[in-house]
């Protein structure tokens, strides 16, 4: 069971930093000439890229942290 879990947790931490790498790619695409000028399609496009990875972020953030109680519960 607990090398299970820790298989999940590294696979859910893989998931975190893929996030968030895709999260900072779309930040970096908006680029301060798109703001100024109120921006296009595109960059509407690039703000829900970066709203995505990072909500998808955060979940993958709460599991790793469910799965690191249950470790802990299972280990005592």
């Given at each position: 069971?607990?090398?299970?879990?820790i298989l999940v947790l590294l696979v859910l931490m893989?998931?975190?930093v893929f996030s968030l790498v895709r999260g900072l790619i779309a930040f970096l695409r908006t680029t301060r000439?798109?703001?100024d000028n109120g921006g296009d399609g595109n960059l509407h496009e690039?703000?829900?890229q970066q709203n995505k990875m990072?909500?998808?972020r955060i979940k993958y953030q709460a599991?790793?942290?469910v799965v690191i109680v249950?470790?802990?519960s299972v280990n005592r």
């Open positions: 069971m607990t090398v299970f879990l893989g998931l975190v000439q798109d703001i690039l703000q829900l990072m909500f998808a599991l790793a942290i249950l470790l802990l």
